[in-house]
Structures are given as structure tokens and as C-alpha cells.
């Protein structure tokens, strides 16, 4: 019986996950669940799947909670992040579901790693702001990785063992690699005349042409500034050079990566746009479990497209390669300017080209420096948060 831990449960990943658990109750037991604020799902998922303790990181969310739970549950709740950390550096679950969205999960994540748990990352940020770091502390403790995002988790299912055993620390070029093929769908607006981006509505960003998605996330995917920090991740992950990462717009979203080796072959990996299918992969490696999840039918796929990217169109993607290259404190940066310029655009503050420009911004005003500990870092983070909301009140 693996004990889990979802970080994230009432988001989409999180949601996923648990419908994945539901299908081997007599294998996975959830102790732990944690969100932010949704009081009526984590109510909801308290009572379908009993976890020992419940977290609610939302001021008063706990409290709420702590009066409408059942007492006869005997469940603990935790309602700060401090409580969630110290929960992550026990010993009441084995595994965890890393998808708390953004820079709130990297604290709760790095404490499992310390811990050595099994960490299954969605978290694409933990990587993205600390992302030499986070790998170090994981080869010091010996916990595992394992990557849930769709693109990352295709990558490592292309690979040989010899890098999936070692990620973070591998060399792909010994291991026949000549190239990862990250792909991305190009969002909503691949065919949309680029003149025209300042006026899309937020409504408009967050339709998805295939995925179903959280609303930040599918921002990310209509700027493509996902597949940037993705690309960051993958950097990490793989141990990847800049000539061994290659971006390719795929807009039916049926393959979801690739791997390019030496020899001329490409491996890659095909399935229906479904976060449980990584999900489960990830849950049972490296066994296989059923996932809710139709295979594909070939004979309905139609046609496969593929599309190099316009950094016209997608200079968020392009921004966030060279930060990936030029390094962690530019990425730092990015990615806490891009949560603060895209939770604007959200609430209507600002326009979509303005999460770029707002983002550009940030990064040429910063001093950039060494962060070689977790504390900096987070001062980093906090710093590029306050140059960045101070550079969106001037657009508003």
C-alpha cells in the first residue's frame, strides 16, 4: 500500500490524480491533501477519501473547514504553509503529488525532496526557480523524480534506463541522444493575426484548443510561455545543452514529445490529451496501470501537423530560452514576474501582449546575481514580485 500526499487536490492535476487513485484503492492510500482555498471540494474529497490531515492555506479556509468535517473522520487540519512543510518532512505518506500551480509549491516540494520521498512533479516552477538546487538536494537524499507534466513524462518514457535512473545528473549524449523534441500545441492563438493579440480577452486565452486546463496555466499555453518554462524544466530534468532541446508547435496535441537519437531514429510518445496518462505512469513506475484513459484510434487521428515557432507571435518562448541559458536568476525572475503580469491580465488590468512586456521589463531592471541557497532565491522571487506589480499599477 503507497501512502500519498496530493499537493494541489482541488486543481485540475490534483482532480486527475485522485480519479487515477480511485481505480487501485486496494494499492495507493491518500493521507494527505492540500489546497488553497476550495473549501466545498477539499469538504468533498475529505469524505470520499479520508485522508489523515487536510490543508488549507487560504486565510480562514481551515477554519471553515475544521466546522463543517465530521469529527469521526479524525482528520487533522493544517492552515499554513510552515505546518505543510513540516508535514512534507514526515513520515505519513511515501509519495507525493507535487501540483500546488506557481512559486507556493516549491517550499513544500523541497521539503519532500529533503526527505527523500518519491516526488511526482508537476510543480514545473520548483524547476524553474531553483532548479540546480532542487536536482542537488534530490541526488544528496536519493529521492526520486519523476516528471508529470505531458511533455516531460513522454520525454522520460522515450529515454533509455540509463538517464531515467539518473535525471538531473545524466548525459544524454553518451546515451545516443541527439535531441529532445519538446512539443507544444500553440494555444488559441496560432493562427490569430499577431496585430490583433493587445485585444484578446482573457476568456479567449482560456480556450484551450485541446487541454482542460487551470486558468494561469492556460495563459501560460496562449502566450506559450509554458512551453518556455517547460523547455527550463527539461534543461533540468535531462541535463540538457541549449543545441540539445528543440521546440516544435504540434497543434493536434496527440504526440506529446520526442526523442531524437544518433542513429537517426526518433522514439516518440502518442496518447489522447489526458493528464491521467501521465499521471498513472508516473503512480506506478515502472509498471503500468489503467488510467481512465482511451488508447488512441488511428484511424480517427486524421492528419499529424507540425510547425516551427514565431517568436513573433510567442516572444514570451523566446524570452524564456535565453533566460534558461543565461541563468538561475533570470528564470527566478521570470517566472515570478510572469505569475504576477498573468494574475493582472486575469483580472483585466492589464492586456495580453502586456504579460510580455511587463515581463521584459522586470528582467532588464534586475541586477542579476548568484542565488546559490533556497533563502535567496525566495528574495529573488519577492524582489521580482514588487518590481513586477510596480510596473503593472503604471500600465493600468
Known amino acids: 500500500m503507497q501512502r500519498l500526499a496530493v499537493l494541489g487536490a482541488t486543481g485540475s492535476i490534483g482532480t486527475n490524480t485522485l ?9 495507493y492510500q491518500v493521507t494527505i491533501l492540500a489546497a488553497y482555498s476550495n473549501v466545498a471540494k477539499m469538504l468533498e474529497l475529505c469524505l470520499v477519501h479520508k485522508p489523515k490531515y487536510a490543508v488549507l492555506l487560504a486565510a480562514g479556509a481551515a477554519k471553515q473547514l475544521s466546522e ?13 504553509l510552515d505546518g505543510l512543510c513540516q508535514l512534507m518532512a514526515s513520515d505519513s505518506y511515501d509519495t507525493v503529488m507535487s501540483a500546488i500551480v506557481g512559486a507556493a509549491g516549491l517550499l513544500p516540494t523541497m521539503a519532500a525532496v529533503k526527505q527523500g520521498k518519491k516526488v511526482l512533479l508537476a510543480n514545473k516552477e520548483s524547476l524553474v526557480m531553483s532548479g540546480e538546487l532542487f536536482m542537488q538536494q534530490a541526488q544528496q537524499s536519493g529521492s ?7 511533455e516531460h513524462n513522454a520525454i522520460f518514457q522515450c529515454l533509455p534506463d540509463q538517464i531515467k535512473d539518473n535525471l538531473g545528473h545524466c548525459d544524454l549524449s553518451s546515451a545516443g541522444v541527439e535531441r529532445i523534441l519538446l512539443t507544444g500545441s500553440g494555444g488559441p ?18 480556450k484551450h484548443p485541446n487541454w482542460s486546463m487551470g486558468r494561469k496555466i492556460s495563459v501560460d499555453s496562449a502566450t506559450m510561455m509554458n512551453k518556455g518554462l517547460e523547455y527550463i524544466e527539461a534543461k533540468w530534468l535531462f541535463n540538457a545543452s541549449a543545441e540539445q532541446i528543440q521546440v516544435v ?27 491521467r496518462t501521465p499521471i498513472a505512469h508516473c503512480l506506478a513506475h515502472p509498471q503500468r496501470i489503467e488510467a481512465g484513459v482511451e488508447p488512441l484510434d488511428f484511424f480517427r487521428v486524421g492528419q499529424l501537423s507540425f510547425v516551427e515557432p514565431n517568436y513573433q507571435r510567442y516572444p514570451g518562448l523566446k524570452m524564456a530560452i535565453d533566460a534558461c541559458h543565461q541563468g538561475q536568476s533570470y528564470t527566478t525572475a521570470l517566472n515570478a514576474a510572469n505569475e504576477e503580469a498573468v494574475a493582472a491580465f486575469l483580472d483585466k488590468k492589464i492586456g495580453f501582449t502586456d504579460i510580455y512586456k511587463a515581463n ?7 541586477q542579476h546575481q548568484p542565488l546559490d541557497c533556497l533563502d ?10 514588487r518590481i513586477a506589480q510596480g510596473i503593472i499599477k503604471r500600465m493600468h
Not at 68 to 80: F, K
Request: glycine share 2%.
Open 360 to 366: 521584459a521589463e522586470v528582467l532588464n531592471f534586475m
Open 249 to 275: 508547435i504540434h497543434p493536434q496535441s496527440v504526440i506529446h514529445s520526442m526523442v531524437q537519437y544518433k542513429d537517426g531514429s526518433t522514439v516518440a510518445q502518442l496518447g489522447q490529451p489526458d493528464m
Open 376 to 385: 535567496a532565491i525566495l528574495e529573488w522571487d519577492k524582489q521580482a514580485r
Open 144 to 150: 526520486i523524480i519523476l516528471p508529470v507534466d505531458s
Open 68 to 80: 463543517q468535517l465530521p469529527s469521526a473522520l479524525n482528520c487533522e487540519i493544517i492552515d499554513s
Open 19 to 27: 480519479d487515477v487513485l480511485s481505480r487501485h484503492q486496494h494499492h
Open 189 to 206: 492563438f496560432l493562427n490569430h493575426d499577431i496585430s490583433a493579440l493587445s485585444q484578446v480577452t482573457p476568456e479567449q486565452a482560456c
